[in-house]
C-alpha cells in the first residue's frame, strides 16, 4: 500500500519541525545553566563558487552547529535575495557559556559547499554577534546581553505607572495653585478697580 501524497508531506512537517532550531526541551536546559547568545547574520557565498537552481534563484541550506550540535538546519534560504533587498538572514540561539567550537556550513546555492568554523569563547549573559560576509565567519562584537523577559516588562510596566501617578499628582498640584493664583489674581484687579472708581 503506497502512503498518499497528503502523508508524506505531514510526515516531512513533522520530521523537521524541530529542524529550525533547537527544542524548547533543550533551550530550557541550557537557559538553567550559564549560558549566553549568538546572533548570526549571513550574506550570500562569493560568486566565483554561486550556482543558481534550476528556477534561475538561488537557494542555499544552511546549517549552524555549535560543539557539534546542530541548532539551525533550513533549506530553500534566499541568501541572494536577501542582501539584493539589503535585508540580510540572521538568526539567535542561546547556548552554553564556554569555549565553543561553531560551524557554518552552506550548499545548494554554491558549486562546492562552503564550510566556515570559528572558535569562540562565550561568557554568562554575553551575545556573540557573528557574520558570514560571503566567505568566512568573524566575531564581530561580545558584548554584555540582558534579554527582556515578561518580568522585567512587568517591572518597567509598574515604574511607568508609579510615574505615571506621580506625574498626575503633581500636575493636579500645579493646576490648583494657577487656579488660585489667577483667583488671587482677579480679586486683586477687582479691589483696584473700585479704589480707582471711588
Given amino acids: 500500500m503506497r502512503p498518499s501524497l497528503r502523508s508524506l508531506i505531514l510526515l516531512t512537517l513533522a520530521a523537521c519541525a524541530g529542524c529550525t532550531r533547537a527544542s524548547d526541551a533543550r533551550n530550557d536546559h541550557i537557559l538553567a545553566g550559564p ?9 550570500a557565498p562569493s560568486p566565483d563558487g554561486a550556482a543558481s537552481a534550476p528556477d534561475g534563484s538561488p537557494s542555499c541550506s544552511v546549517a549552524f552547529r555549535v560543539n557539534g550540535e546542530t541548532l539551525l538546519w533550513e533549506t530553500g534560504v534566499a541568501l541572494v535575495q536577501a542582501d539584493a533587498a ?7 540561539f542561546v547556548v552554553p557559556a ?5 560551524v557554518l556550513t552552506i550548499s545548494g546555492c554554491v558549486k562546492a559547499g ?3 568554523t570559528l572558535p569562540l ?3 554568562k549573559n554575553r551575545l556573540a554577534l557573528l557574520g558570514f560576509d560571503g566567505k568566512a565567519l568573524a566575531l564581530t562584537s561580545n558584548e554584555p546581553y540582558q534579554p527582556a523577559t515578561l518580568d522585567a516588562v512587568r517591572g518597567d510596566v509598574a515604574a511607568l505607572h508609579e510615574r505615571g501617578e506621580t506625574t498626575d499628582g503633581a500636575l493636579s498640584t500645579l493646576t490648583k495653585l494657577v487656579i488660585a493664583s489667577v483667583g488671587l489674581n482677579v480679586v486683586a484687579l477687582i479691589v483696584a478697580l473700585r479704589r480707582r472708581s471711588r
Fill in 114 to 116: 562552503v564550510r566556515a
Fill in 35 to 43: 549560558h549566553g547568545w549568538i546572533d548570526i547574520t549571513l550574506h
Fill in 86 to 92: 539589503k535585508s540580510p538572514i540572521g538568526y539567535r
Fill in 98 to 102: 564556554g569555549t565553543l567550537s561553531t
Fill in 121 to 123: 569563547t562565550l561568557d
